[in-house]
Structures are given as C-alpha cells and as structure tokens.
C-alpha cells in the first residue's frame, strides 16, 4: 500500500523560506500525480499544489508565484519550494498521490511574523 513520508518544516520568520520533501512508497511513484495539502489550527484541510507526471503543475492561489512542486522520479521524491512564506502559511503539511486515502504524518511549518 502507499506509503507517505513528510520532512524539511521548521519554524521561520515571515519572508524567509523552507523546502518540504515527500518521499513516497508502495506505488508506482513516477506515473501518479502526486499532491501536497495543509491543515492549519482551526482550519479545514486544505489543498496545495498538484504534480502531474509529466510535469504540469497548479497550484493553490494563495500560494501561487510562492511555492514551487517538483518531483525527482529516481528518487520517488516530491519537492515543494516554499518562498517568501507568510504568518497564515503555518500548518502541518502533507502530501499523497492522488485518490489516495493514506496519509503520513506530515511536516509541521511554523511562520512567524
């Protein structure tokens, strides 16, 4: 079954930035598009960005023009470049193919301002 490992949050002050990995395992990693969420304190979860296999990318508008998805297919890896992050940014992150129902445990980001 897929299997899901989240690293790289930490916390920073607002501007500075962070670099998440995804590390994905049990499936055939380089066909599946592959996703990141977060969920803040009080918050719904929340969608994103999305990484298609051949490499389109979509990303939420609240992070577009910030954050940067992907992927190292030899390495089954997913990467999300988070710039100039932001205070509301803060949250656990996660990432999974899509149409999965498995989770891992997530990175936590913590944005100061």
């Known amino acids: 079954q897929a299997q899901f490992v989240e690293s790289g949050g930490g916390s920073v002050q607002s501007g500075e930035s962070l670099r998440l990995t995804c590390a994905g395992s049990g499936f055939p990693f380089s066909d599946e598009i592959m996703t990141w969420h977060r969920h803040a304190p009080g918050k719904a979860p929340g969608w994103v960005a999305t990484l298609a296999p051949g490499g389109a990318t979509f990303y939420n508008n609240s992070v577009k023009g910030r954050f940067t998805v992907y992927r190292d297919d030899a390495k089954n890896t997913m990467y999300l470049q988070m710039n100039s992050l932001k205070p509301e940014d803060t949250a656990v992150y996660y990432c999974?193919?899509?149409?999965?129902?498995?989770w891992g445990p997530g990175t936590q980001v913590i944005v100061s301002s």
């Open positions: 999974q193919n899509y149409g999965s129902s498995m």
